[in-house]
């Protein structure tokens, strides 16, 4: 029987279902988490093996000795994995000390992790990619604006989502980001990029090959949902366009990923733009190597008649997945913020979409800056019937 560790299995609430899967597969699901066992979720008990608790998953000490518990009662550890961006790091030391090898290593991380070497392997795969610079003071900063042009990007070289992103669209905003900026942080600078972002998000096998495929569109900046305290959209696409099919399979390539879900983020161009091409190019913004945030896997399922879950423990435990994918639909996402005067409220939307609704919830603090604080998920078979869905949820009074 192989040994799966699962980091963190509680966070998000919904990736409990990557443990059943795996518990129903065959597999000892391990659990280690910093969350009392008292205070998991019945679903997530039952699909677990056993549980370690530590006082801090920040510690990588106690982490450590987690593991080296597990591998002195179970036997070897066959996979370790949280599925979440701020353990991918952890994730691969804890591998490389255990030498556990289904999965990324210490030395794979500045690939996957650092936005600054994601760019040569975009260009391996033949990805165009915005202009960068890494910040060091104002000379270099004003020397790369005179090569661009306003407005630029800056973010942490190796950050998580859009947290402290900024759009720059002057001299002030430029002083005021350097007088600010954590000086112990790597940021790197981009030119502005008019576009949407649209994403390929997949499980791959263990030789390379896409065993699931889909993707995602965000029509709004999420940095400046962030920034701006914004209301959030975003929706499963019903059919895959090709083009990020395409780009999707070239970078799953490049970057040598096996044995994953990933979220791959493109932009695709609004404009025509000098150095990257027409309007409608698909264009590389950033490589997640973990599956989308939130409940986006439930939103793949709606938008799929699928278990993505399923899909992706049977990944693990057979290295392929004959789960058939459904019919096809549009998956949207609604996520309005706390405190704004919404023309329609939640009750008259729960009516009138009452259908159409798969999941209605409160969106945890820590997701909430960059998904709002109340989400609606609906389905649709058409853009036009998701179109005016948005209309409701985000019109407010006039």
């Given at each position: 029987m192989k040994n799966f560790v699962f980091i963190s299995p509680n966070f998000p609430t919904n990736y409990w279902q990557f443990c059943r899967e795996l518990r129903n597969n065959g597999?000892?699901?391990?659990?280690?988490?910093?969350?009392?066992?008292?205070?998991l979720s019945r679903e997530l008990r039952e699909s677990l093996c056993e549980y370690y608790k530590v006082d801090s998953l920040e510690n990588y000490e106690e982490v450590y000795r987690a593991v080296a518990f597990?591998?002195?009662?179970?036997?070897?550890?066959?996979?370790?994995?949280?599925?979440?961006?701020?353990?991918?790091?952890?994730d691969a030391r804890l591998r490389t000390d255990f030498h556990i090898t289904s999965g990324f290593q210490t030395e794979d991380i500045p690939r996957i992790k650092y936005k600054s070497r994601m760019k040569e392997f975009y260009k391996k795969a033949g990805i165009p990619a915005a202009r960068w610079h890494l910040v060091e003071g104002p000379a270099d900063c004003r020397a790369f604006i005179g090569e661009v042009g306003w407005p630029v990007v800056v973010k942490p070289d190796n950050g998580v989502g859009a947290s402290d992103t900024h759009k720059l669209g002057c001299d002030a905003d430029l002083e005021r980001f350097l007088r600010e900026k954590d000086p112990a942080v790597p940021y790197i600078m981009e030119e502005f990029v008019h576009a949407e972002v649209n994403s390929y998000d997949a499980i791959i096998g263990p030789e390379g090959e896409s065993i699931f495929e889909t993707g995602n569109v965000t029509p709004y900046s999420i940095m400046d949902i962030v920034n701006n305290d914004d209301n959030s959209i975003y929706y499963i696409v019903k059919d895959l366009p090709e083009d990020t099919r395409a780009a999707g399979r070239a970078a799953v390539k490049s970057f040598g990923v096996r044995s994953r879900f990933v979220h791959f983020e493109?932009?695709?161009?609004?404009q025509?733009?000098?150095?990257?091409?027409?309007?409608?190019?698909?264009?590389?913004?950033?490589?997640?190597?973990?599956?989308?945030?939130?409940?986006?896997?439930?939103m793949m399922n709606f938008a799929g008649s699928t278990n993505v879950y399923k899909i992706w423990a049977?990944?693990?435990?057979y290295g392929r997945s004959s789960l058939p994918v459904g019919e096809h639909c549009f998956c949207a996402y609604a996520g309005r913020r706390d405190g704004k005067p919404f023309r329609l409220g939640h009750q008259e939307l729960l009516e009138k979409y009452r259908k159409e609704l798969r999941m209605v919830d409160r969106i945890p603090d820590v997701l909430a800056g960059a998904m709002g604080n109340q989400m609606y998920v609906a389905v649709f078979p058409?853009?036009?019937?998701?179109?005016?869905?948005?209309r409701d949820v985000l019109a407010e009074e006039e």
């Open positions: 597999m000892n699901v391990l659990g280690i988490g910093d969350a009392p066992y008292e205070g597990f591998i002195h009662k179970y036997g070897r550890i066959d996979w370790l994995e949280s599925n979440n961006e701020y353990w991918l790091e952890r493109f932009f695709r161009l609004t025509d733009q000098a150095g990257l091409g027409k309007k409608g190019r698909v264009v590389a913004l950033e490589v997640n190597m973990r599956p989308c945030g939130g409940f986006t896997p439930d049977d990944m693990i435990a058409t853009q036009e019937e998701m179109d005016a869905f948005y």
